[in-house]
């Protein structure tokens, strides 16, 4: 079953600590993201990857940061610069673009963090 | 201006009938249109996607898209309880490769 997987699906953080979040695809995608969603607002972006071993900054990179170091996974490390932490994580993948269009993004389950 | 605008709702909408959700968006050079529901405390699920102007239709649902006035809908027909969730809207902008702007959503509540 070609899919996202994020692990884990609950995830709590202490004081000062480091926490890093899974994402795993098997769906043969370049591109993978790194969102956050807060209770009632959209999507933001705070990290993307269009290949291996290369990422770019989103919207909100700040005390977040990622590596790409095989096409499959893309795991995310808050860390403790990042004060505001507690959110719904979530992972997405998509094809390269096809010309001037982009192709669609499927979403893993996400990942929600809280602080303790 | 937020990039990608959304009424939140909640839109309610008796089963049967049809829900009609609107998107705006501020880049003109926008080419690539994205709709996704999300059911609560559940990931994004994609519905629909649309590059032309014009209407495209998938089952039940129908995405229509205006570029001159920059705006995208998704009409959902013989809407079912099955329906409520929030809608999500997503825009690409001219200079962002693989990236999408989101809006914040419209709740849509079908009512038995």
């Known amino acids: 079953d070609g899919g996202i997987t994020q692990s884990p699906k609950y995830l709590f953080r202490k004081e000062g600590q480091n926490v890093t979040l899974s994402c795993e695809q098997n769906?043969?995608?370049?591109?993978m993201y790194w969102y956050r969603q807060d209770p009632g607002q959209g999507l933001r972006l705070i990290y993307y990857s269009q290949i291996v071993n290369d990422f770019q900054k989103g919207d909100i990179a700040e005390g977040y940061s990622v590596s790409r170091e095989k096409k499959e996974s893309f795991p995310l490390t808050v860390t403790s610069a990042q004060k505001n932490p507690t959110a719904f994580y979530l992972c997405?993948?998509?094809?390269?673009?096809?010309?001037?269009?982009?192709?669609?993004?499927?979403f893993g389950d996400g990942t929600r963090l809280s602080i303790l | 201006q937020k990039e990608v605008e959304q009424n939140s709702g909640p839109l309610s909408v008796p089963e049967g009938a049809i829900a009609s959700l609107n998107c705006t968006y501020s880049?003109?050079?926008?080419?690539?249109f994205f709709w996704y529901r999300q059911y609560s405390g559940k990931s994004p699920e994609l519905i629909m996607f649309?590059?032309?102007?014009g209407d495209k239709e998938d089952g039940r649902f129908t995405a229509q898209l205006n570029k001159a006035s920059q705006y995208v809908s998704l009409l959902i027909r013989d809407s079912q309880p099955s329906d409520s969730a929030t809608y999500l809207c997503a825009v690409n902008g001219r200079d962002s490769w693989g990236k999408l702007q989101f809006g914040a959503g419209t709740q849509v509540v079908v009512t038995p």
């Open positions: 649309i590059y032309s102007n």
């Open positions: 997405a993948s998509s094809p390269m673009m096809t010309g001037r269009y982009n192709q669609p993004q499927h």
């Open positions: 880049d003109r050079g926008s080419q690539s």
């Open positions: 769906l043969n995608h370049d591109a």
